[in-house]
């Protein structure tokens, strides 16, 4: 069960949009539509963002936006914010076990 | 309101069983749908799944670890019990329990703060 590969870190600036990818599998992320991404900031526990690839959990803003092609999914953070300055992870349902990505640092600079 | 919260050891030694509980409020897992998984985090490293306990008692664990890993619930209590066997230092995490919830599926929607535990002699 190899990790699903995320790039290490990512930037944006205020206001910038900035996308995130999570390249899996045909066996994970493209074999699904079962894949969702987490917001965790320092030392605290992991939220969860988007589910189901686009759907957004009541309270998140729609400045996070996913979408899904293929093997790949992406996070879109628009409208950067200062507190968007955390880790993210997406996760892929996989049949009978849960991957998830390496994670991104997310820098507002 | 939803709460998850772990509870064990913070130490253990190589070879020793953990044993780590979580304790849930404002959901039952006897709800269709329902589940409550266990993921861990080595310090400054990612998320990993390691075993999920469905509301009918299903099971699923990390393939790389199912021979280590056991996972049960007491709904009278609203516990799920996490035993992984054989810990050596690799080990050290923050474990988390999170819920998997029947409308946000295949998705962890809440989860508790986590617990650190060393594995050292």
């Known amino acids: 069960q190899s990790a699903l590969t995320q790039p290490p870190s990512a930037s944006g600036s205020p206001g910038q949009s900035v996308t995130i990818s999570c390249t899996g599998t045909?066996?994970?992320?493209?074999?699904?539509?079962?894949v969702s991404w987490y917001q965790q900031h320092p030392a605290k526990a992991p939220k969860l963002i988007i589910y189901?690839?686009?759907k957004r959990p009541s309270g998140v803003p729609d400045r996070f936006s996913g979408s899904k092609s293929g093997n790949t999914a992406s996070l879109t953070v628009s409208g950067l914010q200062a507190e968007d300055e955390a880790d993210y992870y997406c996760s892929s349902y996989a049949g009978s076990y849960w991957v998830f990505g390496g994670g991104t640092k997310l820098t507002v600079l | 309101q939803i709460t998850l919260k772990e509870s064990g050891p913070t130490l253990v030694k190589p070879t020793q069983t953990l044993t780590l509980t979580c304790s849930f409020s404002?959901?039952?897992?006897?709800?269709?749908?329902?589940?409550v998984a266990w993921i861990r985090q080595p310090p400054g490293k990612a998320l990993e799944w390691l075993a999920l306990?469905?509301?009918?008692?299903?099971?699923r664990y990390r393939p790389s670890l199912k021979s280590r890993l056991t996972i049960t619930k007491d709904t009278s209590k609203n516990q799920v019990v996490l035993t992984m066997t054989n810990m050596d230092p690799v080990d050290t995490a923050t474990y988390y329990c999170a819920r998997k919830g029947a409308v946000t599926d295949a998705a962890f929607d809440y989860w508790g703060q986590g617990t650190l535990v060393t594995v050292s002699s």
């Open positions: 189901e690839v686009s």
């Open positions: 045909s066996s994970d992320v493209g074999g699904y539509n079962y």
């Open positions: 306990i469905y509301w009918d008692d299903d099971k």
């Open positions: 404002g959901f039952s897992l006897s709800s269709t749908g329902v589940a």
